[in-house]
Nanobody, 122 residues
Framework: VQLQACGGGLVQAGGSLRLSCAASERTFTTYAMGWFRQAPGKEREFVAAISWGGGRTLYADSVKGRFTISRDNAKNTVYLQMNSLKPEDTAVYYC????????????????WGQGTQVTVSS
């Protein structure tokens, strides 16, 4: 399955962005989906994940209460609503599909999108 992430950009601290990730196949509905991010010089880290049906979600402690992951299986799309953004949220954000999950390890994910840049200015 091919994943296309979009919605990144430049925003001031305290602002909001919504990322979207569209999948190319209907099999998307059978996958758990996750968002990861990677800042320059740092390892890729888990941000959020959602089960195939949307009933279960996981969040990194650093984004809990500020970010919300959701999905619309009719549109083959997963979203990441990011509120109260901080400069430390600056990174390239990736969406990924997991045939099991939802899980937090990047190595568990089978398919990856190309990434979208999020920059938060102070």
């Amino acid at each position: 399955v091919q994943l296309q992430a979009c919605g990144g950009g430049l925003v001031q601290a305290g602002g909001s962005l919504r990322l979207s990730c569209a999948a190319s196949e209907r099999t998307f509905t059978t996958y758990a989906m996750g968002w990861f991010r990677q800042a320059p010089g740092k390892e890729r880290e888990f941000v959020a994940a959602i089960s195939w049906g949307g009933g279960r979600t996981l969040y990194a402690d650093s984004v809990k209460g500020r970010f919300t992951i959701s999905r619309d299986n009719a549109k083959n799309t997963v979203y990441l609503q990011m509120n109260s953004l901080k400069p430390e949220d600056t990174a390239v954000y990736y969406c990924a599909a997991d045939v099991k999950g939802p899980r937090t390890g990047a190595y568990d994910y089978n398919y990856w999108g190309q990434g979208t840049q999020v920059t938060v200015s102070s």
